[in-house]
Nanobody, 123 residues
C-alpha cells in the first residue's frame, strides 16, 4: 500500500512561488510515475503535471506550462511541484498521485493519492 503525503501549500500573492512536496512510502521500488493534480471549489479535478521514474516529465497542463516544473528524488521517494508566477486561478487543493503502471499514469488513472495541500493565491 503506497502512502502519499503532500506539503508546502499555503497562501501567496500573485506572482509569487511555492514548492509542493510529496513524500511517498510503502513501496519497495522506485518504478512509479508520479502526478500532480488540483481541484478548485466547484470545478473538476485537473491534471497538472506528470513525471516518470527516469526523470522525464512528459506532461504539463497548458494552464501551467512555463510556470510549473515537476521533479523527483527517487532515493528519497519524493516528488516536487515547483510553482512560479502564481495566479489567482491557480488557487486549488493540490494532490499528488502515484502508480506503478505507466499506462495508468498516461490516462490519469492513478491508484494511490495523497490527502492534498491547499494553495491560495491572492491578487
Amino acid at each position: 500500500q503506497v502512502q502519499l503525503v503532500e506539503s508546502g501549500g499555503g497562501s501567496v500573492q500573485a506572482g509569487g512561488s511555492l514548492r509542493l512536496s510529496c513524500a511517498a512510502s510503502g513501496y519497495r521500488n522506485t518504478g512509479y510515475c508520479m502526478g500532480w493534480f488540483r481541484q478548485a471549489p466547484g470545478k473538476e479535478r485537473e491534471a497538472v503535471a506528470r513525471i516518470y521514474p527516469n526523470g522525464r516529465s512528459t506532461y504539463f497542463a497548458d494552464s501551467v506550462k512555463g510556470r510549473f516544473t515537476i521533479s523527483q528524488d527517487n532515493a528519497r521517494k519524493m516528488a516536487y511541484l515547483q510553482m512560479a508566477s502564481l495566479k489567482p486561478e491557480d488557487t486549488a487543493m493540490y494532490y499528488c498521485a502515484a502508480d506503478s503502471t505507466f499506462g495508468n499514469c498516461a490516462r490519469n488513472e492513478y491508484s494511490s493519492w495523497g490527502q492534498g495541500t491547499q494553495v491560495t493565491v491572492s491578487s
